[in-house]
């Protein structure tokens, strides 16, 4: 079962890698052409922003910092943060939940 997990995860890794990679190229070309408003620049790089080895607090201000531009709010805000919470820790949660 852990292998399951274990493979999903990186499988998971693996398509998150490519959905950045396409958002780094947009926000690039958009930012080459002198297009885009503020907000969907914003949400760009609200889709971007990653907790890695940050602590929650610093990952929370950089996501606050971005979001007030981005016109995201609350279902919207809380999806991407779950999205770049460090994915041990999503795990960790989710599997807590689970035992709820």
């Given at each position: ?8 995860g ?11 990679k ?65 994915r ?7 599997k ?5």
């Open positions: 079962m852990s292998a399951i997990i274990y493979i999903q990186e499988l998971t890794d693996i398509w998150k890698e490519n959905i950045i396409n958002l780094e190229s947009s926000f690039c070309q958009i930012q080459e052409f002198g297009g885009g408003d503020d907000k969907t620049i914003k949400i760009a790089e609200l889709k971007k922003i990653e907790q890695g080895e940050k602590i929650i607090e610093e990952f929370v201000q950089e996501l606050r910092r971005v979001a007030k531009e981005s016109g995201y709010e609350r279902r919207l805000l809380v999806k991407e943060f779950k999205q770049g919470m460090n041990v820790i999503r795990w960790k949660l989710m807590s939940e689970c035992s709820l």
